[in-house]
């Protein structure tokens, strides 16, 4: 959820072809019975006895069971429940506006009759922009959340919670109530505090399956494109705002030199290119090995609201760090828009929730599912010395895959700046030097003629087909090229234009 | 176009001549102001000053439905109105029921009354065409949908439809269970409940500061909230009532709900970290609330917090009367506590271990203090 500007699609190459592959079908599910005729969703989860639990923004908390195909209404009462975990049948945890909340039926009629705080210690400026997003838990009970930062399309209450912070009040996007624009750890022991900073509008937190956390946020100020950060406590993700909770930051933080902040900030570890990966990019969720979704457990689903789209990521770590690629998965009708929420069903499909709030998006919930029969898609991207390494799941023409002309790489930069978004930046062609594909012809290793630093690298894929002859169904992969895997130069910080040798290129 | 004409050199002729047959403008006026203001006629709900009552009886003085629409009065008088409906921008609620006490004169002397009193600027009505009116229209009783439809506006006076979708709590006018919501209220932090309950009390409880903000029950509960829900989430609740009851704090002085519901502030009045006149005192303790939860107790909410080692249990409901509102407070450690309320004109205040003193205070002896109820009731006179 970001605020809204006109949407400039920078990119309207013919030549992406982004799909669902026909592996994947997907259901719509039956709406639950609201009484608000609302069925917007702003958390999903399952229960361990497999229900479906799915949260409205009337507050609502409506399970499904999936064999009989009925709802219940369990709870109701909530502000805008962004999230929710299920600790049993009977228990949950929820993001709502003013808190994070333990929901409890305690008599065992199936209704909740306890809300218990588990923390309010954060604050609301009562600004509408200030979501409470997704919760989840660690392995060790510490939960974490993400505090949406207030907009410029409106100011503050009369009333707001928390110490007021001028410091933090100033710039588009703003935290004059503590931590707003933080991820938030809930810890074990009770105590409640900010974790991470600079996050902007952190629609969507969750861990991989080896327990790192991330959480995406979507463009605007300080965000040139969206993004995915690798969460590690106390850095600090580039948006200016939250710096004002920060210990030992001294001013107003959208007033600090940008190359100040920019040195400060930790990179994403997959940039969404604005127009064509992401716009609006939602919760993370890893694809498990209880999920029955193809070959690619371990890697990430991403949402997005504002294209009928589920995102896929796949990371490495180079150099001690997080990075690595986003490529369109599930994507285009049937498919609804505003993707925002999922979760693994019992039966290993995928249940996706979608919402919008007045901005790009849509309503309800869908089921996909996936066939068993092994989709053509890129399974991998990695970096090697000299360009990349694109696996496959299922061996390609090697013919096609030798073509250069099939492999029209570009690298471009988004600047780190206050102002809303940023062009693609110094946007160029990148040759392929050389090419050669694996025996089995599941593996294209591609030389480039240059490997930059702090660039990303995209390519559309063009003319492959499998073995078999079928088409692959996304094309478009983009891999956020922060290090390299030996001398990697300093970050250049990217805040103005001028220090590149660039022509931008006006789309 | 020649029928309307037609019609309209019609209603111009008989207007013209009640004028020739004797009837002056004033006298009219007259026996239609009486007809108005007679026991339980018009006024009873459009009120002397034809403002109507907010949230239920839409106005008359300068009603948009009746600026260039006399026909569409006289349907509304001989047939009645039913459903929600949008009057200058603003939405009611209550059913107009046909008015079938008065014959065709008396309905024409208070139609004209009414097109021309608190600056309304409309023509003089005749018994003539409320007669044949009473002939020509459907014997049903008109919503703003099929009134419009039969009767729209001049296109020209550029007005919006007076018709709208009313939501779920639009159409709840009596409650039977408890219904609570989180929401954005006006003169409470953005950690707020509003809660209606069983009798049409309705309340604002503060979980920013641990305690009741305000009780109304006149208007109506809180209106188009899902507009906040499902939206981005900007708009804060509005309710057509004004409390009887009303907690004092020096933080607030003298602020509208309206001026509370600002949402473009730079700055806030105050932040929540500086709330005070927290109405329990217990002696050595320091320390501010904290809220912990809320539990439902019949579907009825009891809110628990800390004030320092202490835990405070607060359950609301409606007295069994539905008169007023009963909060039932438990102290655990027990302890004596100073317990400040707010005594209004509006309200009577009595508590069941205790008298409250002129000054609101009412002390609460420790053995007390494990179970005591305060009843807030509006006086008859305000409701």
Redesign the interface.
């Known amino acids: 959820m970001r605020h809204i500007i006109p949407l400039l699609i920078s990119f309207l190459g013919t030549t992406v072809h982004a799909s669902t592959s026909p592996s994947y079908s997907i259901t719509d599910i039956p709406a639950p019975p609201t009484k608000f005729k609302n069925i917007q969703v702003d958390g999903l989860t399952f229960l361990p006895n497999g229900k479906l639990v799915v949260c409205l923004p009337s507050g609502e908390i409506f399970f499904r069971d999936l064999q009989s195909e009925t709802w219940e209404l369990f709870a109701q009462g909530l502000h805008n429940p962004l999230g929710v975990l299920a600790l049993s049948n009977s228990e949950l945890i929820v993001t709502q506006r003013p808190e994070l909340t333990r929901v409890r039926d305690l008599d065992g009629d199936g209704k909740a009759d306890d809300f218990e705080v588990l923390t309010d210690q954060f604050g609301m400026s009562g600004n509408y922009h200030e979501f409470n997003f997704t919760p989840v838990l660690d392995q060790k009970g510490n939960y974490f959340f993400a505090l949406g930062t207030g907009s410029s399309g409106d100011g503050v209450r009369t009333i707001t919670r928390g110490v007021f912070n001028e410091r933090g009040r100033p710039g588009r996007m703003h935290s004059s109530a503590p931590y707003r624009g933080c991820i938030m750890k809930f810890t074990s022991d009770g105590k409640t505090i900010p974790y991470s900073y600079g996050h902007r509008t952190p629609n969507g937190l969750g861990f991989d399956l080896k327990g790192n956390l991330f959480v995406t946020d979507n463009q605007g100020d300080w965000v040139g494109s969206s993004k995915l950060f690798h969460v590690q406590k106390g850095r600090f993700y580039g948006h200016a705002a939250s710096l004002a909770w920060k210990e030992g930051f001294v001013g107003t933080p959208v007033d600090a030199p940008t190359e100040k902040l920019a040195k400060m900030r930790s990179r994403a570890c997959v940039v969404f290119p604005h127009g064509t990966m992401a716009n609006s990019p939602t919760e993370v969720l890893a694809i498990s090995e209880k999920a029955n979704f193809g070959p690619f457990a371990g890697q990430l689903l991403v949402g997005e609201m504002n294209q009928p789209r589920i995102v896929r990521v796949m990371l490495e770590e180079v150099d001690g760090e997080l990075q690595g690629a986003c490529v369109p998965f599930i994507d285009g009708s049937p498919l609804g828009r505003g993707c925002n929420r999922m979760a693994w069903a019992p039966d290993g499909s995928l249940f996706v929730g979608q919402t919008k709030h007045t901005w790009a998006g849509g309503q309800g919930i869908q089921q996909v599912s996936w066939n068993g029969k092994t989709p053509f898609e890129i399974q991998n991207m990695e970096l090697t010395s000299k360009g990349f390494k694109i696996t496959f799941t299922q061996p390609v023409d090697q013919a096609l895959a030798k073509k250069k002309e099939n492999w029209p790489f570009n690298r471009y930069f988004f600047e780190y700046r206050r102002a809303y978004g940023s062009p693609r930046s110094d946007e160029t062609p990148v040759e392929v030097e050389k090419i050669t594909v694996s025996p089995d012809a599941t593996e294209v290793d591609i030389e480039l003629t240059e490997l930059l630093a702090w660039h990303i690298h995209e390519v559309k894929i063009e003319n492959l087909i499998s073995k078999s002859g079928e088409e692959l169904s996304n094309n478009y992969i983009v891999y956020t090229l922060n290090r390299l895997l030996a001398n990697t130069p300093p970050d250049p910080l990217q805040v103005k234009l001028a220090q590149f040798n660039t022509s931008e290129k006006k789309k | 176009m020649p029928l309307i004409l037609c019609l309209f050199s019609v209603f111009l002729f008989f207007g013209f001549s009640s004028f020739l047959l004797g009837e002056s403008k004033e006298n009219i006026h007259l026996k239609g102001k009486a007809l108005y203001n007679g026991a339980g006629s018009c006024v009873a709900c459009h009120m002397p000053d034809g403002q109507g009552q907010p949230g239920s009886v839409p106005p008359l003085a300068n009603s948009d439905w009746i600026k260039g629409g006399t026909d569409r009065s006289i349907a509304i008088a001989l047939r009645g109105l039913a459903g929600p409906i949008r009057v200058n921008g603003k939405h009611y609620y209550s059913a107009m029921p046909p008015q079938l006490l008065f014959d065709n004169q008396k309905l024409a002397y208070i139609l004209s009354y009414v097109n021309q009193a608190w600056g309304n600027q409309e023509r003089v009505v005749t018994e003539r065409e409320v007669a044949e009116a009473r002939e020509r229209l459907p014997q049903a009783v008109y919503t703003p949908q099929s009134l419009l439809k039969k009767f729209p506006f001049d296109k020209k006076l550029n007005r919006k439809n007076g018709t709208f979708t009313p939501?779920?709590d639009d159409l709840i006018t009596e409650i039977i269970q408890p219904i609570?919501?989180?929401?954005?209220m006006p003169?409470?932090?953005?950690?707020a409940f509003a809660v209606a309950l069983p009798g049409n009390h309705y309340f604002c409880w503060d979980?920013?500061e641990c305690r009741l903000r305000y009780i109304w029950t006149k208007g109506g509960f809180i209106r188009n909230n899902?507009v906040h829900?499902?939206?981005?989430?900007?708009p804060?609740a509005q309710f057509n009532g004004t409390p009887y009851y009303r907690a004092r704090t020096t933080?607030?002085l003298g602020?509208t709900f309206d001026?509370?519901?600002?949402?473009?502030?730079?700055?806030?009045?105050?932040?929540?970290?500086q709330a005070d006149n927290f109405p329990i005192t217990i002696k050595g303790i320091e320390d501010k609330p904290s809220?912990?939860?809320?539990?439902?107790i019949n579907q009825y909410p009891q809110f628990r917090y800390s004030l320092g080692k202490y835990l405070i249990t607060e359950l609301i409901r409606t007295n069994k009367d539905l008169s007023g509102v009963q909060r039932t407070f438990s102290l655990s450690p027990p302890a004596p506590i100073k317990f400040t309320l707010t005594p209004t004109e509006e309200s009577s205040i009595s508590c069941d271990q205790g008298k409250m003193n002129p000054d609101g205070t009412l002390l609460i002896k420790a053995e007390d203090s494990a179970r005591f109820s305060i009843f807030i009731n509006p006086k008859k006179e305000s409701n």
């Open positions: 939501t779920y609570i919501y989180r929401t954005f003169g409470a932090s953005p950690a979980a920013g899902q829900w499902a939206s981005n989430g900007k804060v933080k607030l602020q001026q509370l519901s600002k949402t473009n502030n730079k700055q806030p009045i105050y932040d929540t970290s809220y912990l939860g809320y539990r439902l």
